[in-house]
């Protein structure tokens, strides 16, 4: 395949130990390259053999993410979109599972021609291919790679060994490395020690890679010295040392790599001329709003069963902390284990003592189903602002089907195959649905909402996508029913099958919605329903007891405008 010769590319590896913020490092670069007018994609490339993580447990991989054409992908997928403000899609996540996949269907097609089928050739071929099609499909000026896992696995060597091919084909100012290390502060030497990143640049030297550019991660900042030292041993100037001290948030990373020029070194590397200079006003603007807010502070407990885990919970969380800088305050996250709950002497007045909005997360099969319903309702009867994510609006469902329409055996069928009340069960294309990976609802559809509903309030649309991963859905059987108890349907698919937003007319938010809405936050386009659940949360702590439904929308995000998709 022919390699579009003006896309740039750069390959983020990571060395020393993982979580030193691969994802971030990819996300805030492309952030500054694309600020400064560039075009600019990220993609993920996973070493392990699953296909994609979609069947993998939220304990092994944390959240799946989605995108809007319907890829179960890696969870630097969301950073990418809340950074970058752009759709990942499909080809963002490549894992190793993938392209194995694709070179035996090759094999077992006849297109190798009686070759002995081999990683050399065959295997990094085949990821390279896939790279230019990215590069080209893309109109792009650069593509961003990140490298999942940590240089010395053997799993990632495919990767690599493709990344130094093409190095090598295009030549240096065409496609950079830059290796992402960890500098430990040593407390009882009250120094920090650069040897871990000397061993880390060695190991990939012996698969023939120089890095470009290190950035290094510390607790503490990077003297000259210590920049120097490491520039020394690992055959670097200086100035393509980065530092990268922690900080308060992950929005800030942007703006300390800005100052220590990260974005001009890859600019000059890669011999491309002097672009704009990125104003980050905005962003800024964001962070010091996300670091000092005005209005004070509001706690949400999010209700799941991977609470000891909140990688889980990873774009919900990041969705928080949006609407609590739209909203001007700050987000406490509690993270409320579900089975809990379930308990007979649990105190629930006393686990939610300080928490003014309970959220009940997204999930699958029947662990911890019994104490999500408790807590929804206690928010119904307490009258605290709630809101559902997919499985969290079927438990909803369910706990009103059960408390207010009198249906005591009320449940899913995913977990009661034989219940009398089957208010959540399968859709009616899942039913001969055998294989689990890619099978299920996947991707953006739209939805309908209805004038005068909370959803309404927050959107100031009738007509929005939003990503959906499920199997099953509300019962149509049971909408006549619900809605003369007083649940209100308020947003539907265009032929107004398949609910998507419930609600309850006699509460001050109570929000359920089929769909992720935490997919579609950004840092520029915080997710109106997240703003307005902060909102109303913000409300009720302050005791006001009869919310007006107009939510104010924040001075900055006038209208929202849906990200592209
Ligand atoms: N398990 C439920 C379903 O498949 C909900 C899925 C989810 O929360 N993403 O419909």
Redesign the pocket.
């Known amino acids: 395949m022919a390699r579009p010769k003006n896309v740039k590319y750069i390959f983020v590896t990571g060395g020393v130990i993982s979580s030193l913020g691969k994802g971030i490092l990819s996300a805030s670069l492309g952030m500054l390259l694309k600020a400064r007018g560039l075009r600019v994609a990220i993609q993920k490339y996973d070493p392990y053999i699953n296909v994609d993580p979609g069947t993998m447990s939220p304990y092994q991989h944390g959240e799946v993410y989605v995108t809007d054409d319907g890829a179960e992908a890696d969870l630097d997928l969301g950073h990418y979109e809340r950074f970058l403000d752009e759709a990942t899609s499909q080809t963002s996540n490549l894992t190793m599972g993938r392209v194995y996949k694709s070179v035996i269907d090759k094999e077992r097609s006849g297109d190798y021609l009686g070759a002995t089928v081999q990683v050399v050739p065959h295997v990094i071929d085949e990821i390279k291919d896939r790279m230019a099609e990215q590069a080209k499909n893309g109109n792009l000026d650069v593509l961003i790679t990140e490298i999942g896992g940590t240089i010395g696995d053997i799993e990632s060597l495919p990767f690599l060994e493709a990344m130094r091919q093409m190095k090598l084909e295009m030549g240096d100012s065409n496609l950079l490395n830059i290796h992402l290390t960890f500098v430990p502060f040593i407390k009882a030497a009250s120094e920090l020690k650069t040897k871990p990143t000397q061993h880390s640049v060695k190991m990939l030297l012996g698969v023939g890679i120089q890095p470009d550019i290190l950035v290094c991660r510390s607790e503490k900042q990077l003297s000259r010295d210590i920049k120097n030292k490491v520039g020394h041993f690992c055959n670097l100037n200086e100035f393509d040392v980065i530092g990268l001290s922690d900080c308060d948030t992950i929005y800030e990373v942007p703006l300390m790599l800005l100052q220590e020029k990260l974005d001009q070194r890859v600019l000059k590397k890669l011999g491309m001329k002097k672009f704009k200079e990125p104003v980050l006003n905005y962003w800024r603007d964001f962070c010091n709003k996300v670091k000092f807010p005005q209005d004070g502070e509001v706690t949400i407990g999010i209700c799941g069963k991977y609470t000891e885990y909140p990688d889980a919970y990873k774009s919900i969380i990041e969705s928080f902390i949006h609407a609590g800088a739209s909203n001007n305050v700050k987000v406490n996250v509690k993270l409320l284990r579900a089975e809990d709950a379930e308990l007979t002497a649990f105190d629930f007045a006393k686990e939610l003592e300080n928490v003014n909005g309970i959220l009940v997360a997204?999930?699958?099969g029947d662990r911890g189903i019994e104490g999500k319903i408790k807590y929804i309702q206690y928010a119904r009867e307490q009258n605290i602002p709630f809101l559902g994510?997919?499985?969290g609006m079927?438990c909803a469902s369910i706990e009103f089907a059960r408390n207010v329409c009198g249906m005591q055996e009320a449940n899913s069928t995913?977990f009661n195959k034989r219940t009398r009340f089957p208010v959540i069960d399968l859709m009616e294309h899942q039913k001969k649905v055998k294989e689990k990976g890619g099978t299920?609802r996947l991707g953006s559809y739209p939805c309908i909402i209805t004038e005068g509903s909370k959803a309404h309030t927050a959107y100031q649309k009738f007509l929005v996508n939003e990503r959906h991963?499920?199997?099953?859905e509300f019962n149509n059987t049971y909408r006549q029913n619900f809605e003369e108890s007083g649940m209100t349907f308020s947003g539907t698919s265009p032929n107004g099958e398949l609910v998507e937003i419930i609600e309850l007319k006699d509460h001050r938010w109570f929000v359920g919605v089929q769909f992720h809405p935490e997919l579609k936050s950004r840092v520029q386009k915080v997710h109106p329903l997240f703003h307005s659940f902060v909102a109303a949360t913000k409300e009720y702590k302050r005791g006001v007891h009869q919310m007006e439904l107009a939510v104010d929308m924040p001075s900055f995000v006038p209208v929202y405008n849906e990200p592209a998709q």
Not at 469 to 472: I, K
């Open positions: 997204p999930g699958f994510i997919c499985l079927q995913e299920m991963r499920h199997r099953y």
